[in-house]
């Protein structure tokens, strides 16, 4: 069998153009190095899987690069990665000072990377602090953390900080694409709008949300497949709860939150769900808000089709009736028929009209 090498591995970026959404951060590195304005000590943080570690690596390389000393042995030599999260005693601080006092062999410069630099003890910190005070001019030092608030700021003072974004829903997509193409898999693009909603800004977990759909889905990854390994309710089921609602078939909502029920939803989600499904037809209503729905372009033509049916007003009640229910879940003795007697409330909202046209005419 082949070895299976995972899509983040298999994709960590090498160069600083391939950093998906970074480019406030790589263009000014880049910028730093051409000009000779590169900071001694670096502190890159931000959410985790956004590529704080690619980007130490692909900088460490390129300051390399820059120095001339280009052979691939050199760069290994001059940089130096340490994992502070299983090496954060004063004694690996210690080893890794005495090092940095010796000029490199080759080249202009060491680099070292600490990674998750938060996980070092405050011991280990304060060791840490006076090399970092006065480094030796050949000393590059790359500090990484998820977790800036933990760092202390004699540390903060003396980096130069680079904050690290999570990487937009579109920009994680549209490089899902590119690695699905590579990959021969075969995609619905709504799916992997999907993946990148749910992987939250970082890109590692997009691609491992990723590289299980590939597998369960056997090269052929769906909005409906997708949908049910992540556990989400597909839009569809909400699309045709709203479409039952609208023609007031009571006994058809009902069941079809029974089915959802069955299959281990939550309640309190779906209804919490069904709220930002009507809160989508709103926005749907007009082009100006269409953009303001976080879902993939197919799914929001049909949303656009949906609220062409319901009058404002009636999303309008429909929202509030979710969002109460929503809000009452957690106090209820019954939170299920909390849920369905929202269900029945915007089973009857255009009959409610209906019968108040009726009363009028
Ligand atoms: N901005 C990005 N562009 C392209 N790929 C990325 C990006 N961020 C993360 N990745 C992918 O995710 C993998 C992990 O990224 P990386 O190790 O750089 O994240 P990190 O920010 O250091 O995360 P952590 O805080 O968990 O250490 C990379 O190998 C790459 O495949
Ligand atoms: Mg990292």
């Given at each position: 069998m082949e070895n299976f090498v995972v899509s983040a591995r298999k994709y960590r970026p090498q160069e600083f153009d391939t950093v998906v959404g970074q480019s406030h951060i790589t263009d000014t590195l880049d910028h730093a190095i051409e000009n000779n304005q590169l900071a001694q000590a670096l502190l890159f943080c931000g959410?985790?899987?956004?590529g704080k570690t690619t980007c130490a690596r692909i900088l460490a390389r390129k300051i390399n690069e820059k120095d001339g000393s280009t052979s691939e042995d050199n760069f290994a030599y001059n940089i130096f990665e340490l994992d502070?999260?299983?090496?954060?005693?004063v004694d690996d601080i210690r080893n890794l000072t005495d090092q940095v006092r010796f000029a490199p062999q080759v080249g202009k410069y060491k680099i070292y990377i600490i990674d998750?630099?938060?996980?070092?003890?405050s011991a280990a910190f304060n060791a840490f602090l006076k090399t970092l005070e006065e480094?030796?001019?050949?000393a590059i030092f790359i500090l990484a953390t998820t977790?800036?608030?933990?760092?202390?700021p004699t540390i903060l003072s003396r980096c130069q900080i680079y904050d690290f974004k999570r990487i937009q829903i579109e920009d994680i997509q549209s490089h899902l694409k590119g690695i699905a193409e590579k990959e021969k898999v075969n995609y619905e693009e709504d799916a992997l709008f999907l993946i990148a909603q749910k992987a939250d800004g970082a890109l590692r977990d997009a691609l491992s949300i990723f590289d299980r759909m590939v597998t369960f889905s056997q090269n052929n990854i769906t909005l409906e497949k997708t949908a049910e390994v992540l556990n989400i309710l597909d839009y569809d089921q909400y699309l045709n709860i709203a479409d039952l609602a609208k023609e007031n078939k009571i006994p058809e909502v009902l069941s079809a939150f029974n089915e959802i029920v069955k299959k281990g939803f939550d309640p309190h989600i779906f209804i919490a769900g069904l709220g930002s499904h009507f809160r989508d037809l709103m926005m749907a209503k007009n082009p100006m808000t269409?953009?303001?729905?976080?879902?993939?372009e197919k799914s929001k033509q049909k949303y656009s089709e949906q609220s062409k049916n319901w009058s404002a007003q009636d999303v309008i009640d429909a929202v509030e009736i979710c969002n109460h229910a929503d809000i009452n879940y957690k106090n209820s003795k019954n939170p299920r028929l909390t849920v369905e007697i929202a269900l029945m409330q915007l089973s009857s909202l255009n009959q409610n009209s209906l019968d108040s046209k009726k009363k009028n005419s």
């Open positions: 959410p985790r899987g956004v502070a999260a299983s090496n954060n005693s998750e630099v938060h996980m070092l003890s480094p030796p001019e050949h977790e800036k608030h933990k760092i202390i269409l953009a303001l729905i976080e879902v993939g």
